[in-house]
Structures are given as C-alpha cells and as structure tokens.
C-alpha cells in the first residue's frame, strides 16, 4: 500500500505595507520548511495577478493514519 500524504495549498494575503519584508524573509522561511523532518516538497509562487497573493504548496506523509482535521 501506497504511503499516505498529506497535501496543504493555499495562498497568504500580505498587506502592501508588509510585502517587502515578507519577500526578504520567504527565501529563509522556504529553507526551514523544506529542512522539516518528512517535508516532501514546499513551493511557494508570489501572485503575477493578484497583488501581495502568495500562493503554497507543500506534501508531507501523514504521521497518524487515524488523525482527522475538522473545520472549525
């Protein structure tokens, strides 16, 4: 049986204010990330269409088989 994985997507809205240092810090941010024990990929596209959109992708295995996620 194939590893069960987890799939995250979705995108951050960063005020005008903010987007400069949110560019300078995502480089150090996407290392740690991608240095997480299990992260498998962890992808992040700054928006060419929506001004300060960040969208993020990243996969990991799921740990616990029987976990669930619940909305809130």
């Known amino acids: 049986m194939a590893e069960a994985k ?5 995108y951050l809205d960063v005020p005008e204010d903010r987007r400069e240092a949110v560019a300078d810090a995502l480089p150090h941010h996407i290392e740690l990330t991608r240095a997480e024990p299990g992260c498998l990929s962890f992808e992040v596209v700054l928006s060419d ?3 300060g ?3 993020f992708r990243k996969s990991s295995p799921m740990r616990r088989p029987s976990m669930h996620i619940r909305a809130g």
């Open 6 to 10: 987890i799939y995250l997507s979705g």
């Open 49 to 51: 269409d929506i001004p």
């Open 53 to 55: 959109a960040i969208w």
